[in-house]
């Protein structure tokens, strides 16, 4: 796979510098214009303060890229004709020179080929709800069963099947780590009963853990659940009534496939008048802190 890699990019993989990995999807088909492309910029900015170097990765005109430039953000962003681009996707956009814009999958293979160890993205996707008569399970969730990078995210999206997400997860052999909780987040809010698999109080841990992952050579992701802050997180029944009302409107609407997660995402923010999409950025944030800190362990580890 040919990675055309940013100058800041090349230079921190040469140095051994900590790097994250960020997806696009988020960019193209998560957030409105121009929110989409102020968040991913904060979010860039946000990494380098913290020492540590962004590779946003995306497809642009049938290249694969890591790291970005803001004018290609921006383009990103602005772009009608953007491709969705999950695993099964990648040949489509490189061979008729499209846009694309990566998700969990489609970012954990190019973050792992290009040399990246940690990956920050809002929420991973996983089992829809409805998946025992649409057989809706993104392909984030065998992406995490054969790629080995560590995805830092606040849990499955709230839209999905918490229960069978989790049960496709263990089939598939990807841990869960939660970072300072046992509680299962979800995305913009927090579940109540759902008990995550290993916890750990600090980053250095966690780099740790992945450090004796790699070592046993296990091909798998490693999944680090770091839950929304309290003050930012909306109320449980909140969010489940809006998650409602939107599976219904989208039924009505005949969405499925790809369509399903960005419609649901974006009708979620429209019922909970924007507070989901406020919600979003936060836990965003708060996973990119995480990462950056999990990354530098990471560095200090292994000199
Ligand atoms: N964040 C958003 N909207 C999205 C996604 C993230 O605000 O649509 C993407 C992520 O990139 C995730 C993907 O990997 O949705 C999962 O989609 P699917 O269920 O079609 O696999
Ligand atoms: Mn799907």
Do not use: C
Request: aromatic share 6%; hydrophobic share 40%; net charge neutral.
């Amino acid at each position: 796979m040919t990675i055309k890699l940013s100058k800041e990019v090349e230079n921190a993989l040469a140095n051994g510098k900590p790097i994250i990995a960020l997806e696009s999807t988020i960019i193209s088909h998560g957030m409105p214009y121009p929110d989409n492309v102020k968040t991913a910029l904060m979010v860039e900015k946000f990494i380098r303060e913290r020492g540590a170097v962004p590779a946003t990765i995306a497809v642009i005109a049938g290249e694969i890229r890591a790291g970005l430039t803001a004018d290609e953000i921006d383009e990103l962003g602005k772009k009608k004709d953007v491709v969705k681009v999950s695993r099964r996707d990648l040949a489509y956009v490189v061979s008729q020179k499209r846009w694309g814009g990566t998700t969990v999958a489609a970012t954990m293979i190019i973050a792992k080929r290009a040399g990246i160890k940690v990956f920050v993205t809002g929420g991973i996707g996983g089992v829809h709800r409805g998946a025992s008569d649409t057989f809706d399970i993104s392909a984030d969730l065998d992406e995490l069963g054969k790629t080995n990078i560590a995805v830092v995210s606040a849990g499955p999206k709230a839209i999905l099947d918490l229960n069978k997400t989790l049960e496709y997860l263990e089939t598939k052999g990807v841990p869960i780590i939660g970072y300072q909780t046992t509680k299962m987040p979800l995305f913009y809010t927090m579940s109540e009963s759902e008990e995550v698999l290993y916890r750990f109080e600090e980053a250095s841990d966690i780099a740790t853990y992945i450090k004796a992952h790699n070592q046993l050579n296990l091909e798998n992701g490693v999944l680090i659940f770091n839950a929304i802050s309290a003050e930012d997180a909306l109320p449980y029944t909140e969010v489940e009534n809006a998650i409602d009302q939107a599976i219904r409107e989208m039924k009505r609407a005949g969405i499925s496939g790809k369509e399903e997660t960005p419609y649901l995402l974006s009708k979620v923010a429209e019922i909970t008048k924007g507070r989901s999409l406020k919600a979003n950025i936060s836990l965003l944030l708060s996973n990119v802190a995480l990462g950056v800190e999990i990354a530098k362990a990471l560095t200090n580890n292994e000199n």
